[in-house]
């Protein structure tokens, strides 16, 4: 099985970018396809994006469509989430995961997941 550990959450103004890592081991990540969600408190676990195994295939909820990008290098074990103009409402814990069909937005069609990274947006 894989094992994913995110990284690069923190606290940013509005309007500011942050970019979030996903490393893997255990197995190579050329063999998921990869997705990021997140969850604020009290509220459900969000589809932020997906991508498919060779990268060539994204999807993006709405809530971050044109402002954040979803990418992988499958050389580096690793996933990435660029988050540009950042809003308030984008603040939540964000989590990576991996599975080994094709892409989904659906968090329960997920295999594996990462712990969370907090990302905090100041308005």
């Known amino acids: 099985q894989v094992q994913l550990v995110e990284s690069g959450g923190g606290l940013v103004q509005a309007g500011g970018s942050l970019r979030l890592s996903c490393a893997a081991s255990?197995?190579?990540?050329?063999?998921?396809?990869m997705g990021w969600f997140r969850q604020a408190p009290g509220k459900e676990r969000e589809f932020v994006a997906t991508i498919s195994r060779s990268g060539a295939i994204t999807y993006y909820g709405d809530s971050v469509k044109g402002r954040f990008t979803i990418s992988r290098d499958n050389a580096k074990n690793t996933e990435y989430l660029q988050m540009n103009s950042l809003k308030p409402e984008d603040t939540a814990g964000y989590y990576c995961a991996a599975r080994q069909d094709g892409t989904s937005r659906y968090a329960r069609q997920y295999d594996y997941w990462g712990q969370g990274t907090q990302v905090t947006v100041s308005s």
């Open positions: 255990g197995r190579t990540i050329s063999e998921y396809a």
